[in-house]
């Protein structure tokens, strides 16, 4: 993927071209050591040269630059004791990337790998994931270096405590909503929302999503990725005559997304071989038995190498990233940023792979994407595929504001119809950019477009 035009003649797009490649300089000068976030904004300015060229009003009004700059980046100290009574201290951060749509949305990430560069790539997807749902949500995110492997029930729930006594102090129903994201599920936003309470008093519900059902969850938000991710796919299948039903999937991970991603593609007639978690992964030609991971990750919080324990057909490889040699008809990473390089792009096209949908944010290299796409695989962009998790998150803020529930058809339809629709604005805003069936391109421009006009409206913001 480059900034080469794609009609070099042309006087608009060249000095489009030199727009973004300048944005691009300047953003790698000002946020230097910060790989991820280049990645993620360079995938996107890749794809704009084209609404840029056609339409000058944003360049003029140095869209592109503000775009790029949260509106604000918040670290703070995380203290915690541990059960040996030892002090810790992680990092916290939280990102305020873009209000131009609504308050702030994205979800938290515990993992030892998150740093300002992580937080910022994640940030400025959800900028455009969150818009291409339709819902009034801008883009967050936020998240700790915190290792949750290893640590007991009371560690997890000092640390999650200590977090929000400071994170409580940026955040609120009108202001800005997380949410969970890799290591925070239920059980993270449960003792975040119990300390949120404590602290700010009343029952501000709406103040972080993916809540338990008991106290505001909404029904459907814990299915809600991954059941959307493979609702995108089979979208994107449909239109060139093909379908879930029969096929043969891979899907990375054993989480959240990847557990829901497996239970729809059963449903829907596909046979998953295989997950995986961050130390290795399991083939299964009877099907992975989906109840089985659910149990040993949410439950007794295993690694996947059990397994075969209760599977003995199974087979356990010692090796996450080697999951893409399996031979299959779709591929779904679910687990985590830049899993599928170049090199396990170019085995899963060897294989015959017909599509890939991202289910996990950014998890296919720039190179990788490329690769896809020059070999005619039908590809779906995390910003749309992934979307489904956050559009429920805004359904549940939307009851929690309304006092109401919905039942779980109610909710799943909702986001069916708002996978639909993610889709056909992605089919659109390619087609209209003159890059037809370029789906990441056509994300990419409509979420663009719907936040870059909302900003115009909003003035010099
Ligand atoms: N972390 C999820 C995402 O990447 C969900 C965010 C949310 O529900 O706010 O979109």
Known sequence: MSFVPTLDTDNNSSKALRYIEDVYAQLVARNPQEPEFH???????????????????????????????????????????????????NRGYRVQFNSAIGPYKGGLRFHPSVNASI????????????????????GGKGGADFDPKGKSEGEIMRFAQSFMTELQNFIGPDQDVPAGDIGVGAREIGYLFGQYKRIRGGYPAGVLTGK????????????????????????????????????????????????????????????????????????????????????LKEVERKRISEYVKEHPQATYFPSSSQIWTIPCDIALPCATQNEIDEKMARTLIANGVK????????????????????????????????????????????QNSMRLSWSFNEVDAKLQEIMGSIYRQSVDAAQQYGQPGNLLAGANIAGFKMVADAMLAEGVV
């Not at 992934?386 to 429920?392: D, E, I, K, Q, S």
């Open 39 to 89: 990645q993620a904004v360079k995938e996107i300015l890749a794809s704009l040269l084209p609404i840029l060229a056609a339409e000058p009003k944003y360049q003029n009004q140095a869209i592109l630059e503000r775009l790029v700059e949260p509106e604000r980046m918040i670290t703070f100290r995380v203290p915690w004791t541990d059960d040996t009574g030892k002090i810790r201290v």
């Open 119 to 138: 937080i910022k790539f994640l940030g400025f997807e959800q900028i455009f994931k969150n818009a291409l749902t339709g819902q009034h949500i801008g």
């Open 212 to 295: 338990g059902i008991l106290y505001g969850g909404s029904q459907a938000r814990t299915e809600a990725t991954g059941y959307g991710t493979v609702y995108f796919v089979s979208e994107m299948l449909k239109a060139k005559g093909l379908s879930v039903n029969g096929s043969r999937v891979v899907i990375s991970g054993s989480g959240n997304v990847a557990i829901y991603a497996m239970q729809k593609a059963a449903q829907l007639g596909a046979k998953v071989v295989a997950c995986s978690d961050s130390a290795g992964y399991v083939y299964d030609e009877n099907g992975i038995q989906m109840d089985t991971v659910r149990r």
């Open 355 to 398: 599509a890939v949908g991202e289910g996990a944010n950014m998890p296919s290299t720039l190179e990788a994407i490329h690769l896809f796409q020059q070999a005619g695989i039908l590809f779906a962009p995390a910003k749309a595929a992934n979307a489904g998790g956050v559009a429920v998150s805004a359904l549940e803020m939307a």
